[in-house]
Nanobody
Framework: QLQLVASGGGLVHPGGSLRLSCVDA??????????VAWFRQAPGSERERVSC?????TSANSGMGKFTMRRDFAKHMVLLEVNDLKTEDTAVYYC??????????????????WGQGTQVTVSA
């Protein structure tokens, strides 16, 4: 059973950057070869995907370079770097993974495993 734990959120000023991490607390290291994604959900909004990687991918860029997702095989983590943060980026960010997917999926319901979420607040 995969136990995803997301961390790295916090309070950031506009224009700043953050690095979020996602790790399997169960220590099975299978996250290294799974399809993974980061979603975010702001209050009153739907959960939306911001980045994803297929099973084989080791990195991905999205949002015109705003989001960079990569695997850290040494630490068995999936990282999300978010640049040029704006107030509208304020949300809870979730990592997700799935054993069956080979590529990316857009819908949250396509991912079986979820981390607990980490709050990102962008404010002056």
């Amino acid at each position: 059973q995969l136990q995803l734990v997301a961390s790295g959120g916090g309070l950031v000023h506009p224009g700043g950057s953050l690095r979020l991490s996602c790790v399997d607390a169960g220590g099975a290291f299978i996250l290294d070869s799974m399809a993974v994604a980061w979603f975010r959900q702001a209050p009153g909004s739907e959960r939306e995907r911001v980045s994803c990687m297929s099973r084989q991918a080791t990195s991905a860029n999205s949002g015109m370079g705003k989001f960079t997702m990569r695997r850290d095989f040494a630490k068995h983590m999936v990282l999300l770097e978010v640049n040029d943060l704006k107030t509208e980026d304020t949300a809870v960010y979730y990592c997700a993974a799935d054993r069956r997917l080979t590529g990316c999926a857009a819908r949250p319901e396509d991912y079986e495993y979820w981390g607990q979420g980490t709050q990102v607040t962008v404010s002056a």
